[in-house]
């Protein structure tokens, strides 16, 4: 797959817009979720809902840093799509009651300590790191949760809800992985200079404590909520299959790097790096929730409501 | 139908025999060696004052004051509209003021001891501007709803001749273009704008009938406009919810009242005034280098606009959206006190994520969810047009200037254009300033305007047009370095055409542009 046009995918991304309101969130079908699913798949999307919004902030992160102008809207655009798609799972979440009246779900501690470093530290991370790590989280978690749960949930709005997600994720994700590539080009010795200046950098060294466990504590979700393991894995993997298909994104020091990682966590017998990954989700599982700081603001931007009138 | 089908008739009865059909021919064309010889159907020829002046704004005004003094009077200002004041009539939203000190932004041939405050608001603006008219005596000059839709060059004659909308002509043996580089606006070009069913004001055609109380309103755009306008709304409607696309630099505004005792002293002491403005005119002056070039004061100008914010939002999320991501000076640097503390009050948000459309009922954005207000107030700015020209402007030989300027705009000294003689522009190509008053530029081209026009008029030229190899030297010159310059440093503003072109700025201090203006070289223009 050749890499895209960035200028005709930002029209393109222009155009292919929707809102909230495009959906009747009121359409009969909410009944179809059975009284056995409805406590796992509330803590499911609360999850789900997080990663869009972490996600969201990535991007806001990459819209800062992008090397183009062209790219930065895009990531700027991509940004506010997160934030769209984490108000719809959070209007899904409505529709089925799952809201504690107008309250935003809690997101899991390992979520918490992501948020915070993303708030503190992601627009100091350089370009390279959140475009090759926020790929990864899109086509694992992301990718894997969405097609879960439509393999799972036969309510039509959210297949609908789903279709729309789906569209916007494919372009992050062709984007993203077009980027990696750019990224690969420029003489690799250099850039693994860079990187490892960087992998030197304590706020990195931070991230990517708070990223290991994220991904194992995701995994102990989905599996709790019946998702077979292997298709997390099957959908890590096609991050290596497609952001390796070329030269260029092999170059990607990053890309190997989010790659051997990818392999290790699909690897449960790698117990080098299991044990001491599974034992942190474990400690950070007793953090009490009043230690962690108070949610930054840009997380109350998040709303259900498809009409704001103040 | 009636006039179609009756004009359907008249054609088909001209279809006659062919005899009748050949001596018709031959009348035809006894009629045009006739037309030939006497051009009959011309339009009378009307009398040329020596100086016609398009536009009864600052720029005009301020032409007008000095032909006085210099001893010319017959000159005939053309306005469009039917009162003076041009951008300071047109602006008269709630809040509105200039962004540089009254005592800078103001003529040093006509001071004014009694500005109200260092920052005066738009109506005593306008109201500076109705004195200089009144002390001036130019309302005898003004001919009011005169909208120039032509402006061409007779060589033979040595006249440009001014046809308005409604045919009406006005000729003068040299012109001045002083219709404003900021002085026409349309509504911007966001998807569904039309669709909106709410109320739509532009911040440059304020509804001042328009009652804002229990409202919820947008505002589109935080460029210098909306961050006057935003706290005064905030101040008055239920909600205000601000839409911004790019966050500007916004530094601190040393404003305050005169006192009495202040004014008091510049009148008696007229010399004192003069002493301020110097001061405020050399401190402008110093700000050129952080806003004009990227040197050490550029990063220590970002570090007080910085501080600005940190101590004004304490929200590290807002902080972020209202950091810029561009150099200071690289667009138009902004002054307020008010605008974060306004964003913040209960009844504000600001709103970055972008906008999707505009809907019946108010403004979508990408994250999906339409807010919905009863009116839209647009402060997105002006339709600068940095590559054509608002009517035809038509030189010798029949050449259009807006054709000629397709690939950008471009002038001798931002005044003169080769090809169009006589002709003087006020604020043309790359004669703005960003650190300093307008006004004072505009000083140093009427002056510049007034030593040709007294040229054409004591040597009786029908011809005084700069040469075509100055004209490109000098531009060869200014493009040169404005490429060093922050507004080439790769935002997007206004300044630039779509390709990136800055016929807009002047790279350099008010002073070294005072001193290329003070120095008319006649060997740069050809005479006749």
Request: a positive charge; glycine letters at 6%; hydrophobic letters at 40%.
């Amino acid at each position: 797959m050749a890499s895209i046009d960035l200028d005709k995918m930002l029209e393109k991304i222009k155009s292919t817009q929707w809102a909230l309101s495009d959906i009747d969130w009121d359409a009969p079908g909410a009944e179809l979720i059975t009284e056995e699913q409805w406590p796992k798949l509330k803590e499911f999307m609360a999850d789900l809902m997080w990663i869009e919004h972490v996600g969201a902030r990535a991007f806001a992160a990459l819209s800062k840093k992008a090397p183009t102008d062209t790219l930065r809207e895009i990531y700027s655009y991509f940004h506010a799509e997160e934030q769209r798609h984490a108000n719809a799972e959070m209007a899904l979440m409505r529709r089925w009651g799952m809201l504690d009246g107008d309250e935003i779900p809690e997101p899991n501690v390992n979520l918490r300590i992501v948020i915070e470093w993303l708030d503190r530290f992601a627009d100091e991370m350089p370009v390279y790191v959140l475009g090759t790590v926020v790929p990864m989280l899109e086509i694992a978690l992301d990718g894997a949760l969405c097609t879960f749960l439509l393999e799972t949930v036969e309510d039509p709005v959210c297949h609908q809800a789903f279709e729309k997600i789906n569209d916007d994720e494919s372009r992050h994700l062709g984007v993203g992985f077009t980027v990696m590539e750019m990224q690969g080009r420029s003489a690799s010795y250099i850039k693994m200079v860079q990187m490892m200046a960087r992998v030197m950098d304590p706020r990195l060294i931070l991230g990517i404590a708070s990223y290991m466990p994220l991904l194992n504590k995701m995994r102990d979700n989905v599996i709790a909520m019946g998702l077979p393991e292997e298709k997390l894995y099957k959908a890590m993997q096609k991050f290596e299959r497609i952001g390796g298909r070329t030269e260029e994104g092999r170059r990607n020091p990053w890309f190997q790097l989010i790659k051997q990682h990818g392999r290790w966590v699909t690897n449960r017998s790698n117990k080098a790096y299991h044990v001491p990954v599974d034992a942190l989700v474990k400690i950070t599982g007793l953090v009490p929730r009043k230690a962690l700081p108070a949610v930054p603001s840009w997380v109350k931007e998040l709303t259900y409501e498809p009409v704001a009138t103040r | 139908m009636s006039e179609s089908s009756n004009a359907k008739k008249a054609s088909a009865g001209k279809k006659a025999p062919a005899r009748r059909k050949s001596a018709a021919k031959k009348a035809a064309t006894a009629r045009k060696a006739a037309a030939r010889k006497a051009p009959a159907k011309r339009a009378p020829a009307v009398t040329p004052v020596s100086v016609l002046i398009v536009g009864a704004g600052f720029a005009g005004l301020g032409m007008a004051i000095r032909l006085k003094q210099a001893g010319i009077d017959d000159f005939v200002i053309l306005e469009r509209g039917n009162a003076v004041g041009g951008t300071w009539r047109d602006n008269q939203y709630p809040g509105a003021a200039c962004d540089i000190p009254s005592n800078l932004y103001s003529y040093s041939f006509a001071p004014n001891p009694n500005w109200s405050r260092s920052f005066s608001g738009s109506q005593e603006i306008l109201d500076y501007i109705h004195h200089l008219v009144a002390e001036f005596d130019l309302e005898k000059h003004i001919r009011f709803e005169k909208n120039v839709a032509d402006l061409s060059f007779d060589e033979k004659t040595g006249v440009w001749t001014a046809t308005t909308d409604k045919k009406e002509r006005f000729a003068g043996r040299a012109a001045i273009m002083a219709q404003g580089p900021l002085s026409n606006c349309s509504f911007p070009n966001i998807t569904g704008i039309d669709d909106f069913a709410g109320k739509k004001i532009h911040s440059a055609r304020w509804d001042h009938d328009y009652d804002f109380t229990g409202k919820n309103v947008a505002v589109i755009g935080t460029g210098a406009s909306g961050i006057q306008i935003i706290p005064e709304l905030v101040n008055v409607a239920k909600h205000v919810k601000v839409f911004q696309r790019t966050p500007g630099w916004v530094l601190p505004r040393p404003d305050f009242s005169t006192p009495e005792w202040n004014k008091l002293l510049f009148k008696k002491l007229p010399a004192s005034q003069q002493a301020m403005r110097n001061l405020l005119y050399w401190t402008h002056e110093s700000m050129a280098l952080a806003v004009i070039w990227n040197s050490p004061l550029t990063r220590i100008a970002e570090r007080v606009a910085k501080l600005h914010l940190r101590r004004q939002v304490k929200d590290r999320w807002l902080r972020r959206q209202l950091t810029p991501d561009f150099t200071i000076g690289c667009k138009r640097v902004l002054v307020s006190n008010d605008y974060y503390p306004a964003l913040q009050k209960d009844n504000a948000k600001l709103i970055t994520w972008p906008i999707a459309r505009i809907s019946e009922k108010g403004v979508r954005t990408v994250e999906g969810i339409e807010h919905q207000v009863d009116c839209i107030v647009f402060a997105t700015g002006f339709d600068v047009s940095n590559s054509g020209t608002p009517f035809p402007v038509k030189g010798r030989g029949g050449r259009v200037l807006g054709e000629q300027w397709k690939g950008g705009a471009q002038a001798y000294k931002s005044i003169n254009v080769a090809g169009f003689p006589n002709l003087f522009m006020t604020f043309g190509p790359n004669s703005g300033p960003g650190h300093n008053s307008a006004l004072v530029y505009m000083e140093s081209q009427l002056e510049y305007a007034l030593k040709g026009i007294r040229k054409i008029i004591g040597e009786n030229l029908k011809v005084l047009d700069v040469k075509e190899e100055v004209q490109q030297r000098y531009n060869k010159s200014i493009q040169k370095r404005l490429a060093k310059t922050n507004w080439n440093s790769g935002c997007k503003s206004w300044y630039l055409t779509e390709d990136g072109f800055n016929a807009t700025m002047y790279p350099g201090f008010a002073t070294q542009y005072a001193a290329q203006m003070a120095d008319f070289r006649e060997d740069d223009y050809e005479t006749a």
